[in-house]
């Protein structure tokens, strides 16, 4: 008697574990079926996201800053904070809308950028610079010129184009400490853009020469391991582009690799080697070379006489790989900070990651007047405040 038992036991057992398996299993089909459709599936995806991951988001109940116009706020996001500068007091908020620091700066007409944990501002046209990290001020310091850009790259190296000299431009470099390691003097081209690589060892300088009558784009890299102890014999590459190209920006976006964009194209830049990676097309509305690892832009198309959509397009750099997301009107604007994209569609704002994945939809009555885009947490704002969207 106790052996059929046991037997039966074991029978009721064998069967518990097969139908525990089956459930698994089961699970995973239906997963995986759920992950396909919500991939390739537009309708589907839009209702999973609406219903199920609750991604939309309306501005009537939402966190936010209150800013007073009549003191002329300049708003930045930068890492895990919104940054709002009046009256010379720079105050940082949290993803809640709470005052976190207050930095008391003297800069009245801002200029930002930032990397990383690290935010530098200056005074467009004036002397004063700062570099900033949580609520801290790491270093300020001073020019004898006219500050025109600035740029901060990962580890806190900071570039500065400076004006108003005997010559066209100065490209002054400073170190995470505030060291001034070395000048660059442009006699005969203007700079438009400065970038230092990951790994600090490079400079890059993009240079626009309109002495002639079309004009020239360059790009200059020097090594600043060089440039300290020899400036005048520090240059390891120079690239000329087309004639007639106009270089607007520059972005490494790996330890030496140089992503530059023109009005007309988008190349890449690695040990002296220049390589065109994207010609815009006719339709090609914007472009951002901000973004890790990738290059984002706008292609419109046409659906009919009265309809408009537009592609945002993702290329990784390595692997020329696109990844697409659509959007069902034009694009007001176009940003990017780390592997955040933000989309403004006028009363709408989508975001979206490097993978092509809606991390949050926004929808609003009004008109969205600016974006400010960090990390982890966005700022949509208006005349009288900023609404906080956390990512």
Request: overall charge negative; hydrophobic content about 35%.
């Amino acid at each position: 008697m106790g052996i059929i038992d046991f037997n039966k036991y074991k029978e009721k057992l064998t069967m518990k574990r097969k139908i525990g398996i089956g459930i698994v299993l089961a699970i995973i089909v239906v997963l995986i079926v759920v992950i396909v459709l919500y991939i390739n599936n537009r309708s589907i995806r839009e209702w999973i996201n609406t219903y199920i991951l609750r991604k939309n988001i309306e501005n009537t109940d939402i966190t936010y800053i209150e800013i007073d116009s009549s003191n002329n706020p300049s708003v930045y996001a930068y890492d895990k904070y919104i940054t709002v500068l009046e009256k010379n007091i720079l105050s940082l908020y949290g993803s809640n809308g709470n005052k976190t620091e207050e930095i008391e700066i003297n800069v009245s007409n801002p200029i930002y950028s930032s990397n990383n944990r690290y935010l530098c501002i200056a005074e467009k046209k004036g002397n004063n610079i700062y570099l900033i990290s949580g609520g801290n001020i790491l270093w300020q310091s001073s020019v004898e010129g006219e500050i025109e850009e600035i740029n901060v790259n990962n580890n806190g190296y900071v570039s500065v184009i400076e004006k108003g000299t005997s010559y066209k431009n100065i490209v002054i470099i400073f170190n995470t400490d505030g060291k001034e390691l070395f000048k660059t003097y442009l006699s005969s081209s203007i700079a438009i853009a400065t970038d230092i690589s990951e790994n600090n060892k490079y400079l890059a300088i993009a240079e626009v020469d309109t002495s002639k009558a079309i004009i020239q784009s360059n790009i200059k890299i020097i090594s600043i391991e060089k440039a300290n102890s020899d400036p005048t014999n520090s240059v390891e590459y120079s690239i000329s582009a087309n004639e007639g190209d106009l270089i607007t920006n520059i972005k490494y976006q790996d330890k030496e690799k140089l992503i530059c964009i023109y009005d007309n194209s988008i190349h890449s830049i690695e040990k002296g080697q220049d390589t065109e990676v994207l010609k815009f097309e006719n339709k090609t509305i914007m472009a951002e070379i901000k973004n890790k690892n990738n290059i984002v832009y706008a292609l419109e198309k046409s659906n009919g006489l009265f309809s408009t959509s537009t592609n945002i397009i993702i290329k990784n750099i390595y692997n020329n790989n696109e990844i697409k997301y659509e959007v069902d009107s034009t694009v007001k604007a176009l940003q990017v900070y780390d592997s955040n994209i933000a989309i403004n569609l006028g009363s709408e704002a989508e975001f979206i990651n490097t993978l092509g994945w809606l991390q949050k939809k926004y929808r609003t009555s009004q008109e969205i007047s600016d974006i400010a885009l960090g990390s982890s947490i966005a700022g949509i704002v208006y005349r009288d405040r900023i609404e906080i969207i956390n990512l």
